[in-house]
């Protein structure tokens, strides 16, 4: 048979690189001391985002906004881009929107009214890529000079900047520095404590160490399963007594012959931890934990398990070079001791690659998905203490080799139920890929459909109906393979439902949201009690509950699809019904404040609040630090925080684990 060398490590050469801003703004003033001024706002819209324009149509993302408060000067006309912009349908929203990219700049023109005029400047607008939508913002005070001053106009200008602020003054609270909007604390305690920011608390909670160790010990048990799988492959499973047997003729004492198989064994486990530590190393801990959402890594990783599942299923062999095993070979037979024994066990590891490679590919897949650097080496570790440890016990008590299974065609049929799995995986990174480019090839009634097909198929195959190319024909049906595939037969009768709009949680991690499905019998959409901070905090006083704050937008595509997939499982909608007060604030409504406030941020900039949504994005911002939707975080009655902020991951797990924290959390502070 042909051979291909394929290493999975190619599929981790680049790195996407995320910018920390979405947008960066260069306010200036041009043409100062002369009649015809202009304010330049020059926009750097990173890679990946777009920044919706002004028109952007009704129905679509938020606009972009500009407002000019001038003194000794007047508007002409309105801000001009020098470019234009992107039209394109949104199947989402179903209207065409209008956005920038790159860098665009904006030119507002002035007309002079007195020799000294200001200019405040302040911009407001929403910019998205495929993981969320970020508010964006930009604001400066600009002062200028004119030779030669026009008439003042009959209705001169908006009050002073200083003035306003100071009549405003009575109207807010200030806590940390920070000027918040005031709370009508009526019949109802610790309203100021509501808009104090909790960042400290929050990263506390975020950095609990028991969060980690659930992180480290998922993927040290993915690990450690896949290492128990390569056992049973045929590059792996002959190669026990072979290696066992040699260290036994060897060493004529059981106790030498036990010391040189375990020194192989921790050989092993030193080998492949070093490369997990490598991948680490090469790439980066903030790349890895990057590549579980980028659309461009879900692609490669998509087409590398589908390489994978044709090579298990026998369409080609993936081997490393010979050279690589005979220079191996060479250096055992060239050394002694120690070293001999390490030089062994790197042969083991090459020549078994064509088996082990694909499952390490993607245990390193998995790896990457988590939250924490060292997640490569804890996986290769438990891969490595499986595949190990075998050695080591049958050579403590070689009478065990008797009772092994003898190599056969059972090994090849491990691989091929392999190849099904790898491939039914491969779709999940097809999808998210899917989602972030909006094809619309992959909703979430085919890529159902395809599950079916794949387990309907593996059922097929585990009868004997169904051959490939290494296969033994099966004579007989052996009773392990029936109830095999009973279950895979009985799986894929549970995701028919799926196609009507079931919610199937035994695979909502895996599937496309609901809200991609065309047809769906599906009602169970949950609701927000509350679309006002002050108005949500009240409430869960006097109904003794926790407060789920859900920041939102009308213009943020990953909230829909995480509203869709989440919140439509039923445990998860019971949960919020029941036991919390759910409060959706929308960074983007337009409805007005009964009047402007003037805040301060952090940073020291100076903006004014004109919308319910400027308020809501000013709340995120100041308390808890964020900027991005969708943002869930939950808060007991004096607005502290109780569990670890819920960012966009459509992880049903995941989500009843942060509900069930905030609630236990909640009811302990009562007690």
Same mark, same amino acid.
């Given at each position: ?281 090469? %790439?980066? *801990?903030?790349? #890895?934990?990057?590549?579980?959402? &980028?659309?461009?890594?879900? @692609? =490669?990783?998509? +087409? $590398? ?37 390490? %030089?062994? *066990?790197?042969? #083991?590891?090459?020549?078994?690659? &064509?088996?082990?490679?694909? @499952? =390490?590919?993607? +245990? $390193? ?57 790898? +491939? ?248």
């Amino acid at each position: 048979m042909k051979k291909y060398f394929l290493t999975f490590t190619l599929a981790l050469i680049a790195v996407v690189a995320l910018a920390a801003d979405a947008v960066k703004w260069d306010i200036r003033l041009v043409g100062d001391n002369t009649e015809n001024p202009a304010v330049e706002a020059v926009a750097t819209v990173s890679p990946g985002f777009h920044l919706y324009s002004v028109d952007n149509p009704a129905g679509g993302s938020n606009p972009l906004e500009f407002y000019f408060d001038v003194k000794g000067c007047q508007t002409v006309g309105k801000p001009v881009a020098n470019k234009a912009y992107t039209k394109e349908f949104d199947d989402v929203f179903e209207v065409d929107q209008h956005f920038y990219t790159g860098t665009v700049k904006f030119t507002q023109k002035l007309k002079p009214t007195a020799k000294d005029y200001t200019v405040s400047v302040e911009i407001k607008g929403q910019a998205c890529d495929d993981k969320g939508c970020t508010q964006v913002f930009g604001s400066k005070v600009l002062k200028g000079t004119s030779p030669v001053a026009a008439a003042a106009p009959a209705e001169e200008e908006t009050k002073d900047a200083a003035e306003t602020l100071a009549a405003m003054t009575d109207s807010l609270h200030e806590a940390d520095g920070v000027l918040v909007p005031g709370a009508d604390t009526t019949d109802v305690s610790h309203g100021q404590a509501w808009w104090t920011n909790v960042e400290a608390e929050l990263d506390q909670l975020s950095d609990a160490p028991e969060e980690a160790g659930r992180s480290l010990l998922y993927i040290f048990i993915a690990g450690f399963l896949g290492g128990l799988v390569a056992l049973v492959t045929p590059c792996v499973w002959p190669m026990i007594p072979m290696t066992v047997s040699f260290f036994l003729k060897q060493n004529k004492s059981k106790s030498k012959s036990v010391g040189a198989a375990a020194t192989y064994g921790l050989s092993i486990i030193v080998i492949y931890v070093a490369l997990g530590l490598a991948v680490t190393a090469i %790439f980066g *801990a903030s790349a #890895l934990n990057e590549l579980a959402t &980028s659309a461009l890594f879900n @692609i =490669i990783f998509f +087409l $590398l398990l589908v390489v994978f599942a044709i090579s298990f299923m026998g369409g080609f062999e993936l081997t490393l070079p010979s050279s690589w095993t005979n220079k191996m070979d060479s250096k055992v037979d060239a050394t002694t001791g120690m070293l001999s024994i390490f %030089f062994m *066990a790197f042969t #083991l590891v090459l020549v078994s690659f &064509s088996c082990t490679g694909p @499952i =390490i590919g993607t +245990l $390193l897949v998995e790896a990457a998905a988590t939250s924490n650097f060292i997640s490569p080496a804890i996986g290769m570790f438990g891969f490595a203490l499986a595949l190990a440890l075998p050695f080591t016990l049958f050579a403590m008590f070689p009478t065990m080799l008797k009772s092994m299974p003898k190599s056969g065609g059972w090994m090849n049929t491990v691989k091929v139920v392999l190849g099904f799995l790898e +491939l039914a995986l491969a779709l999940k990174f097809l999808s998210v890929a899917d989602l972030a480019y909006g094809w619309r090839i992959l909703d979430r009634e085919v890529f159902v459909s395809l599950w079916i097909v794949i387990f309907a198929l593996l059922g097929v195959y585990l009868l004997g109906k169904i051959t490939f190319p290494h296969d033994d024909k099966v004579e007989k049906t052996g009773v392990t393979r029936f109830m095999l595939a009973c279950i895979s037969f009985a799986f894929a009768i549970y995701m028919l439902p799926g196609l009507w709009g079931a919610p199937l949680k035994a695979i909502s991690a895996f599937s496309p949201p609901i809200s991609t499905q065309d047809f769906s019998l599906f009602e169970g959409d949950v609701h927000a009690q509350v679309d006002d901070f002050e108005e949500g905090m009240k409430l869960a006083q006097q109904l003794n509950k926790p407060v789920l704050l859900d920041f939102s937008g009308y213009g943020c595509v990953n909230c829909r699809k995480m509203e869709a997939a989440v919140w439509t499982d039923p445990e998860v909608k019971a949960t919020i019904d029941n036991d919390y007060v759910l409060v959706t604030l929308m960074v983007d409504e337009k409805k007005a404040l009964p009047e402007p406030i003037k805040v301060v941020e952090k940073d020291g900039t100076p903006r004014t609040l004109r919308t319910y949504g400027d308020k809501w994005s000013y709340l995120q911002r100041s308390k808890f630090g964020a900027n991005a939707q969708p943002f869930h975080v939950i808060v007991d009655k004096e607005g502290k925080p109780l569990a670890p902020a819920f960012v966009y991951k459509e992880d049903v797990p995941g989500y009843k684990a942060f509900l069930k924290q905030g609630k236990d959390n909640f009811y302990k502070e009562e007690k």
